[in-house]
């Protein structure tokens, strides 16, 4: 089973920086795609950003441009890094890794706020 742990969150100004880590631990064949997801009260939980093992990434359309997803391989690690941050950023962001092809795992958030 993978354990993950997020970091990086915290309060911003509006348009300011933020960058999430998220770095996958335990025991496991392979990890397949990452990604990170925002939630807000009474609100489904979104995807914001995904990249898969070979790099290919896609976006949630309001933040292409200002968000990049990244990840350390070598590391079971991907990031987040967040610019030109809104007060509709705001949001409870999860780490999702999938691995082992067919097995999914949810790390437990890190709220950002960005305030205006």
């Known amino acids: 089973q993978v354990q993950l742990v997020e970091s990086g969150g915290g309060l911003v100004q509006a348009g300011g920086s933020l960058r999430l880590s998220c770095v996958a631990s335990?025991?496991?064949?392979?990890?397949?795609?990452m990604g990170w997801y925002r939630q807000v009260p009474g609100k489904q939980r979104e995807l914001v950003a995904r990249?898969?093992?070979?790099?290919?990434?896609n976006y949630l359309d309001s933040v292409k441009g200002r968000f990049t997803i990244s990840r350390d391989n070598a590391k079971n690690t991907v990031y987040l890094q967040m610019n030109s941050l809104k007060p509709e950023d705001t949001a409870v962001y999860y780490c999702?890794?999938?691995?082992?092809?067919?097995?999914?795992?949810w790390g437990k958030g890190t709220l950002v706020t960005v305030s205006s």
């Open positions: 990249i898969s093992t070979g790099g290919a990434t």
């Open positions: 999702n890794v999938q691995y082992n092809f067919n097995l999914n795992q």
């Open positions: 335990g025991i496991f064949f392979v990890i397949n795609g």
